[in-house]
């Protein structure tokens, strides 16, 4: 009999389709997982940024075609389902292991075609998902597919192509840190287990407690009363700047939390989802060259319960959006 503590799962592995080496993950997410939560496991351990759209494509258990997307946008084919409406289980048996007959597709300009494969049934802990094993660090958005990131990774590692300068560029500014320390081969399971962990609290969400109410309130009012007095300078791309992005992630306590060398804000989900979400509610506005608190803000600073902002689960601030980029594309050999 099972321990109480266990519940039912899948194991899956996850490869990044015509990558040399191949880069893979093996998963484990409980059997009760929607296509939108496996979405954040693959996000999360191949440390991608969910900053484009996605979907599944491919025949279910039943034989029949499903084509199923994180957004309902109207672009879609018809009969294009919702990623948070449909359970794996119903897309593939546990029990009946092998390459199913469906893939993940990440970005459809870069189009990055991941194979999902049922290794078979498991148990999980609860409260949490994990990684079992991978190979090689997930590759770069916006590196133009499996052919454009191998051809940076070779230009940048090459001090004599033509391109090299450029490509080191590139390289360093979209990942924040130095070409010497960038290793396309690195694989660090422990860092992302602890992503993993992150991601399993909104699987599963418990009893909200006043640590948790704390823990949804705090990022808010901490940015709300960082923008209090002259407000927040942006760059001239209408970013936050990255030493506000740093001392952020810092404060808040989400270092720890998220694979990221850099704090540019559109490689810093944690940072730009909060500003987006703050903005969407009307709680700060973007004048010029700054974000400001607006007069709903300020009331809100001085109550944190004004408004009828009572119930802290109205506050939970929402996974990323799936939208294009807009950072930089390395384009060379793409």
Same mark, same amino acid.
């Given at each position: %009999?099972?321990?109480?503590?266990? &519940?039912?799962?899948?194991?899956? $592995?996850?490869?990044?389709?015509?990558?040399?080496? +191949?880069?893979? $993950?093996?998963?484990? +997410?409980?059997?009760?997982?929607?296509?939108?939560? +496996?979405?954040?496991? @693959?996000?999360?351990?191949?440390?991608?940024?969910?900053?484009?759209?996605?979907?599944?494509?491919?025949?279910?258990?039943?034989?029949?075609?499903?084509?199923? %997307?994180?957004?309902?946008?109207?672009?879609?084919?018809?009969?294009?389902?919702?990623?948070?409406?449909?359970?794996?289980?119903?897309?593939?048996?546990? =029990?009946?292991?092998?390459?199913?007959?469906?893939?993940?597709?990440?970005?459809?300009?870069?189009?990055?075609?991941?194979?999902?494969? &049922?290794? #078979?049934?498991?148990?999980? =802990?609860?409260?949490?998902?994990?990684?079992?094993?991978?190979? %090689?660090?997930?590759?770069?958005?916006?590196?133009?597919?499996?052919?454009?990131?191998?051809?940076?990774?070779?230009?940048?590692? *090459?001090?004599?192509?033509?391109?090299?300068?450029?490509?080191?560029?590139?390289?360093?500014? /979209?990942?924040?840190?130095? /070409?010497?320390?960038?290793?396309?081969?690195?694989?660090? !399971?422990?860092?992302? *287990?602890?992503?993993?962990?992150?991601?399993?609290?909104?699987?599963?969400? #418990?009893?909200?407690?006043?640590?948790?109410?704390?823990?949804?309130?705090?990022?808010?009012?901490?940015?709300?009363?960082?923008?209090?007095?002259?407000?927040?300078?942006?760059?001239?791309?209408?970013?936050?700047?990255?030493?506000?992005?740093?001392?952020?992630?810092?404060? !808040?306590?989400?270092?720890?939390?998220?694979?990221?060398?850099?704090? /540019?804000?559109?490689?810093?989900?944690? @940072?730009? *989802?909060?500003?987006?979400?703050?903005?969407?509610?009307?709680? !700060?506005?973007?004048?010029?060259?700054?974000?400001?608190?607006?007069?709903?803000?300020?009331?809100? %600073?001085?109550?944190?319960?004004? =408004?009828?902002?009572?119930?802290?689960?109205?506050?939970? @601030?929402?996974?990323?959006?799936?939208?294009?980029?807009?950072?930089?594309?390395?384009?060379? #050999?793409?």
């Amino acid at each position: %009999m099972e321990s109480p503590t266990t &519940v039912p799962a899948v194991e899956l $592995r996850i490869s990044i389709s015509e990558t040399e080496p +191949l880069i893979w $993950r093996q998963l484990v +997410l409980p059997d009760t997982a929607t296509v939108a939560e +496996l979405h954040g496991a @693959i996000q999360s351990a191949l440390g991608w940024k969910d900053a484009h759209l996605y979907a599944v494509a491919g025949h279910d258990r039943a034989g029949k075609k499903r084509i199923i %997307m994180g957004v309902d946008d109207g672009d879609g084919p018809a009969g294009t389902e919702l990623a948070a409406d449909v359970r794996l289980t119903e897309l593939f048996d546990p =029990h009946s292991p092998g390459l199913s007959d469906l893939e993940y597709d990440y970005d459809f300009g870069d189009n990055w075609t991941h194979e999902i494969e &049922v290794v #078979g049934p498991a148990v999980l =802990h609860e409260h949490s998902i994990a990684c079992l094993d991978g190979a %090689m660090r997930g590759p770069i958005e916006d590196s133009g597919g499996v052919g454009g990131y191998a051809n940076v990774v070779a230009v940048a590692s *090459n001090p004599k192509h033509p391109e090299h300068r450029e490509a080191v560029e590139w390289l360093e500014f /979209v990942t924040q840190e130095s /070409v010497s320390k960038f290793d396309p081969a690195a694989f660090d !399971l422990e860092a992302i *287990n602890g992503q993993l962990r992150s991601l399993a609290q909104r699987f599963w969400p #418990g009893e909200v407690t006043t640590a948790d109410q704390r823990a949804v309130l705090g990022p808010i009012l901490w940015f709300l009363n960082e923008a209090r007095s002259d407000g927040l300078p942006l760059t001239s791309a209408g970013y936050l700047k990255p030493a506000f992005v740093k001392r952020a992630m810092t404060e !808040l306590g989400w270092d720890d939390e998220w694979i990221s060398a850099g704090r /540019v804000e559109v490689s810093t989900p944690p @940072i730009r *989802n909060l500003r987006e979400q703050l903005q969407e509610w009307k709680l !700060l506005r973007k004048l010029k060259d700054k974000l400001l608190l607006t007069p709903k803000g300020r009331r809100l %600073m001085g109550d944190p319960a004004a =408004h009828g902002i009572s119930s802290p689960t109205s506050w939970r @601030i929402r996974a990323p959006m799936q939208r294009r980029s807009q950072r930089p594309c390395w384009c060379t #050999g793409s």
